[in-house]
């Protein structure tokens, strides 16, 4: 597509419930991220894919996080257990392969804004 | 920890003047830097960006200055426009936050546009 498309765009769970978050980056980007952003604070990285290379999820926050990438394109975001500290709006962005595209080249999505009550 | 952040979370000028936002880092290492805007219900889109081995870059109405000595950077926004209300972030490239060679992104600052 022209964009990276999340979906949903509002999400309201229970506490203790499981959520998937989608993620449908721009064809042709072969870099993935997502990133995590609670109110009045800034993007917190959460895991990378590049190609078909292990992804660096160096920036998950427990074990109730996960994220898979299949086919190299649509990314899930999967959060298990969630917690009212889960609340947030879940970013996601694309790029041509990370470090060698101008301007880094992330394109973002508008995210998925996830309330656990 | 955060190796970007801001000094104010919250900016107030009136329609018309110059906007100043700040960010300090704090990763004397990093060589790449960029800001974005993130209007609200929107991702962060691009603004500017600077490397390491200038002081300042220009682009349409806004300037970024780098103060590597300081480990200072800022945006300026000239005539401050209704449509410049958002959110804007520094982002460093590497840092603590990004993931290995990832962009690490300070908290933002709340820019609001007086009439």
């Known amino acids: 597509g022209a964009g990276v498309s999340q979906s949903p765009s509002n999400k309201v769970t229970e506490k203790g419930k499981d959520v998937e978050l989608r993620c449908d980056p721009i064809s042709g980007h072969t870099a993935l991220y997502w990133y995590r952003q609670s109110l009045g604070q800034g993007l917190e990285f959460l895991i990378y894919f590049q190609g078909n290379s292990a992804p660096d999820k160096s920036g998950l926050p427990s074990d109730r996080f996960s994220a898979e990438r299949t086919g190299g394109s649509v990314s899930t975001l999967t959060i298990q257990r969630t917690q009212q500290e889960d609340s947030a709006v879940y970013l996601c962005?694309?790029?041509?392969?990370?470090?060698?595209?101008?301007?880094?080249?992330?394109?973002f999505g508008s995210g998925t804004r996830l309330t656990v009550v | 920890g955060e190796s970007v952040g801001l000094h104010l979370p919250t900016l107030s000028v009136q329609e018309g003047d110059n906007s100043i936002i700040n960010c300090a880092y704090s990763n004397s290492a990093s060589d790449y830097f960029i800001w974005y805007k993130q209007e609200s219900g929107k991702g962060p889109q691009f603004i500017i960006d600077i490397r390491s081995n200038m002081d300042k870059r220009q682009g349409q109405r806004v300037t970024v200055l780098l103060n590597k000595t300081v480990k200072h950077l800022s945006l300026q926004i000239a005539a401050t426009q209704p449509g410049d209300s958002a959110v804007y972030f520094c982002?460093?490239?590497?840092?603590?936050?990004?993931?290995?060679?990832?962009?690490?992104f300070g908290k933002g600052t709340h820019l609001i546009i007086q009439p």
């Open positions: 962005a694309s790029s041509l392969r990370r470090g060698q595209a101008k301007n880094y080249g992330y394109t």
């Open positions: 982002a460093e490239k590497g840092g603590s936050g990004g993931g290995a060679d990832g962009l690490t």
